[in-house]
């Protein structure tokens, strides 16, 4: 079982998540992520709040049942699916709130080559997941700096949430999350997340883009 509760981004008034997983074997196969500020509305319609600006949003998912969310007042769960976007110039896409986490000019090669137009949407913790299970975007890209490890406890419940609402989570090699080697992720350099058309598109634009960035020898 791994359990992630809150980080600074809950100080700061932002995105949060309080996070559940159930590993078996390694295997993620139950994930609950409870999100308290994200609106009930998709961040698409980031102009159109919801009546009352409602925000508290519980995903949960269990291995081969798909991904439901349900407001945290206890009204009725709905299933969600990841976005059905092919075409990635009309995809948006999550990064990291904090530059310190994730290489926002990484990001802006890999969604440049991809040819998406909108800017980043930049919210912090597996928040981001639960949107993207919903489709409120397509793509997630989290590239870390150099020497940072990823730890299961920030992505286990985020993974099964967005893989049972039909998207792919994998490295930036297109392997997917090894969660039965311990605390830790040994990911290659980065993770990212769409649905099942983008992938392969996404993972060329990710190549490409490192290739470029990789100090010439
Ligand atoms: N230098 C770092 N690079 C990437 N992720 C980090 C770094 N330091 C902390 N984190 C982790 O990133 C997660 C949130 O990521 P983000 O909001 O950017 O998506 C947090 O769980 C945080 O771990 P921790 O909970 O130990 O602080
Ligand atoms: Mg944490």
């Given at each position: 079982m791994v359990f992630d509760v809150l980080h600074c981004s809950f100080l700061r008034g932002d995105q949060y998540a309080i996070a559940l997983a159930l590993l078996d074997g390694g295997k993620v196969v139950l994930g609950v992520l409870a999100c308290?500020?994200?609106?009930?509305?998709?961040?698409?319609?980031a102009g159109q709040h919801s009546p009352n600006n409602e925000v508290g949003c519980l995903f949960f998912a269990e291995v081969g049942g798909g991904t439901y969310m349900q407001p945290l007042d206890g009204s009725s769960a709905v299933k969600v699916q990841v976005s059905?976007?092919?075409?990635p110039e009309e995809a948006s896409f999550f990064e990291s709130y904090e530059a310190a986490h994730s290489m926002h000019d990484l990001s802006s090669l890999i969604a440049q080559k991809l040819g998406v137009k909108a800017p980043p949407i930049r919210i912090d913790s597996q928040a981001k997941y639960g949107a993207l299970s919903r489709g409120d975007g397509a793509i997630y890209l989290r590239f870390p700096h150099k020497g940072y490890r990823e730890k299961i406890w920030d992505h286990a419940a985020g993974c099964i949430v967005v893989t049972e609402a039909g998207g792919v989570v994998t490295d930036a090699a297109g392997q997917p999350l090894d969660f039965?080697?311990?605390?830790h992720l040994d990911v290659d350099t980065g993770i990212i997340v769409t649905n099942q058309k983008l992938m392969p598109l996404l993972l060329n634009a990710v190549k490409e883009s490192l290739k470029e960035k990789a100090p010439s020898s």
């Open positions: 308290p500020n994200l609106p009930l509305t998709s961040l698409k319609d059905a976007v092919e075409n039965s080697k311990g605390k």
